[in-house]
Antibody
Framework: EVQLVESGGGLIQTGGSLRLSCAAS????????MSWVRQAPGKGLEWVSV???????YYADSVKGRFTISRDKSKNTVYLQMNSLRAEDTAIYYC?????????????????WGQGTMVTVSS | QTVVTQEPSFSVSPGGTVTLTCGLS?????????PSWYQQTPGQAPRTLIY???TRSSGVPDRFSGSILGNKAALTITGAQADDESDYYC??????????FGGGTKLTVL
């Protein structure tokens, strides 16, 4: 079964750091782009970051310079290192797969989602 | 700064048809933006409905369809059902690795 399971969320003080993990099963993360999407309480979805198959990484302006996306192919896991956390980073963080079509081309969307992990940043 | 626009709310009668749209604060949406659509109910992760403008994700009923209408991407629900009452989000790929979500549309079925 194709599945994503996030972990690592919790309560952290303003200015602190946290690392989220997204363990994939049923497919190989290095074959797909992988993204993080977040949702603040009562708010809409916000794209956060993506890591490409060739390891290129991209970030939303709101997290650039503070967050780092990475992956460990041996563990089939994607990570989001979050530093200098702010109250506005409080959200559920979802991991999502960016699919490829039958010809192997990347489709810029999200097809598989994890259940999310909650991050609360408080002073 | 580019913003992806969606109607904040919409209502539809059971059995009716509704079209939600996804636009840009500046410019027109085309297939080059790979419009995709997601459904989310409270407390749940998003569910993928449509990608690449009009391709239904696996298991999505054919009463959900995607298109480009004028200068916007559109999600049409035909024969709305009570459990279609959800939040709907569109995503546009802006290039250079960046994706943008719309603010979401809260759909009420009544």
């Amino acid at each position: 079964e194709v599945q994503l399971v996030e972990s690592g969320g919790g309560l952290i003080q303003t200015g602190g750091s946290l690392r989220l993990s997204c363990a994939a099963s049923g497919f190989t993360i290095s074959s797909n782009y992988m993204s993080w999407v977040r949702q603040a309480p009562g708010k809409g979805l916000e794209w956060v970051s993506v890591i490409y198959s060739d390891s290129d990484t991209y970030y939303a302006d709101s997290v650039k310079g503070r967050f780092t996306i990475s992956r460990d192919k041996s563990k089939n896991t994607v990570y989001l290192q979050m530093n200098s956390l702010r109250a506005e980073d409080t959200a559920i963080y979802y991991c999502a797969r960016v699919p490829r079509n039958s010809d192997g081309f990347t489709i810029f969307a999200f097809d598989i989602w994890g259940q999310g992990t909650m991050v609360t940043v408080s002073s | 700064q580019t913003v992806v626009t969606q109607e904040p709310s919409f209502s539809v009668s059971p059995g009716g048809t509704v079209t939600l749209t996804c636009g840009l604060s500046s410019g027109s949406v085309s297939t080059a933006y790979y419009p995709s659509w997601y459904q989310q109910t409270p407390g749940q992760a998003p569910r993928t409905l449509i990608y690449s403008t009009n391709t239904r994700s696996s298991g999505v009923p054919d009463r959900f369809s995607g298109s480009i209408l004028g200068n916007k991407a559109a999600l049409t629900i035909t024969g709305a059902q009570a459990d279609d009452e959800s939040d709907y989000y569109c995503v546009l790929y802006m290039g250079s690795g960046i994706s943008l979500f719309g603010g979401g549309t809260k759909l009420t079925v009544l």
